[in-house]
């Protein structure tokens, strides 16, 4: 399971904690503000018809390279998705989506950062991590 979010929606030093190299953190109120502050655009948050681009995109890229999602959530603010295994480093596979739907919303006129650096994963090593993750991702749909 990746998870990404959209540029300066979930700063470290969140109140809700944050996640860096794998390790979640607790709020930091002077972290957070330092982030805020040294921000280069306003906040990205996804309209539906730029999550449905981000969606399609991501499948799109998905079949270019032959890996099976399991399942996808693409919310305002970030993005979930499980994905099968590819012989591939899983940095190389979040840089091809993440690519690959910035230059979808480019193509409709977004300009500037999408994306925060970085990614959070979770590995999924049997059935029963790998369906708990699924229906994670399919709660965050909206219905």
């Known amino acids: 399971m990746i998870t990404w979010t959209t540029y300066g929606t979930w700063l470290q030093g ?5 996640v860096k190299n794998g390790k979640i953190y607790p709020a930091n109120k002077n972290l957070l503000q330092y982030n805020k502050k040294t921000q280069l655009q306003d906040a990205v948050k996804l309209s539906k018809v730029q999550q449905k681009i981000v969606q399609d995109s991501i499948l799109k890229e998905s079949a270019l390279q032959g890996q099976r999602i399991y399942a996808l959530s693409v919310m305002p603010t970030h993005v979930h998705l499980v994905a099968g295994y590819i012989p591939q480093p899983i940095s190389k596979i979040v840089a091809y989506y993440k690519k690959s739907t910035r230059l979808a919303l480019k ?3 977004h300009n500037g950062r999408l994306w925060t650096k970085g990614y959070d994963k979770r590995f999924c090593f049997d059935e029963e991590s790998l369906t708990r993750r699924i229906r994670y991702v399919d709660k965050q749909n909206p219905t």
């Open 14 to 18: 969140d109140e809700r904690g944050y």
């Open 107 to 109: 193509a409709i006129g």
